[in-house]
């Protein structure tokens, strides 16, 4: 597919940047001599090896023409040896149809970059300029919307159920745009090109799209020429033993960008220990583990938070989304003086919503930081029963 539509408007130099075409060319040819690129000589490098211990005893060590490697230029794209082990991840968990497509323009390509948030500050910057009009769930991540606004995009949050973004709601922001956003003062926005979406254990709100609503809105973005944002840091983290395929999945076009997180798995070194058996067994671990946690937490929000409050249970991700009962606005909870007196701290609603003009009674606990889940919701108790009788 022609991405230059959904690019916005750079100011370039006019000459040929030939050093950069020569220094990429040469991280391809191993035995090309380059005496085109201003590097540095690999045999300077103060550190010449390290070693790490893992969790079950294991030492990992890294040598010294390893550490020559890290330590000096890397490619754009990252690390050649990452950049193999993330394909392979791709090709067993996800094998998107296009990851071995001949065609140059839907070939399918990665680079690594610093955290999903690093890759967001890039990825809008080519895709979001003032008077753009981006899509999203109604509630999502403060730092993303930031990013989103800092390049002068206006939001449009989509209204989602239990089965992720309502496909009617979508349908609505792609005729109506221009009357969702309440800002706009007249100005004459553009249509959509961008759907952002965080999949997996959504952020805040702990929802798994089904893979029947995933379907239907990758159809949707076909139709209006959308491309899709896929932000799935909590893909691996599903409680459940068969995982809702992702959006790349289904991906014939090469529409769909998706953006995972390593951080919260692996390093490099650990994929050449573990191989593939080894890191589908970590998966495995971290599920079991964070899986754990939800039900110890919502065992005690049962047995104590059940007259004031009410839940979904989350099928994946860090998340519970929580609605105060007897309160229409959780902004309370940005009273740092007054939450700190019962020393629990949970985030308002108000700091993941598209309209910050509407008060909402949401507010949104991680149960996977603490390992003193029972203490963490006595305290919960006692902040909301303070809450109400504030009112």
Known sequence: MDYSRFLVPQKEANEPYITRILAMR???????????????????????????????????????????????????????????W??????????????????????????????????????????????????????????????????????????????????????????????????????????????????????????????????EIYKIAQEHDLLIIEDDPYFYLQYSEDFVPSYQSLDTDGRVIRLDSMSKLAIMKLFDHWGMDGFHQHINYLRDFYQKLRDRTEQMMHELLTDLIEWKSPEAGLYIWAKLKNNQNSLIFADMEFCEKHDVFVVPGVDF?????????????????????????????????DINARQ
């Open 26 to 84: 040469a991280f391809q040819l191993p035995n090309l001599i380059s005496l085109a690129g201003g590097l540095p000589n690999k045999d300077v490098v103060p550190i010449v090896g390290c070693s790490f211990t893992c969790a079950d005893g294991t030492t990992l060590t890294v040598d010294k023409d390893e550490m020559k490697k890290a330590s000096t230029y890397q490619s754009t794209k990252g690390n050649p040896k990452t950049l193999s």
């Open 86 to 215: 993330i394909h392979k991840i791709h090709a067993k968990y996800h094998n998107p149809p296009i990851l071995n497509d001949g065609n140059p323009n839907k070939r399918f390509s990665t680079v690594v970059t610093p955290g999903c948030m690093g890759a967001m500050h890039l990825l809008f910057r080519l895709t979001v300029e003032t008077d753009d009009v981006v899509l999203l769930e109604e509630f999502s991540f403060g730092g993303t919307k930031k990013n989103m606004r800092l390049c002068g995009g206006e939001l449009v949050g989509l209204k989602m159920d239990e089965q992720g973004i309502r496909t009617d709601d979508l349908k609505d922001a792609l005729t109506r745009w221009q009357q969702r956003v309440s800002v706009a003062s007249g100005r004459k926005l553009r249509k959509p090109r961008l759907l952002y979406t965080v999949p997996t254990g959504h952020n805040p709100t702990g929802v798994t799209t089904s893979f029947e609503r995933k379907k």
């Open 353 to 385: 919503s598209c309209d910050l003009n509407n008060a909402t009674s949401y507010f949104r606990i991680c149960f996977t930081y603490t390992n003193q889940q029972e203490e963490a919701i006595k305290r919960l108790r006692n902040l909301v029963v």
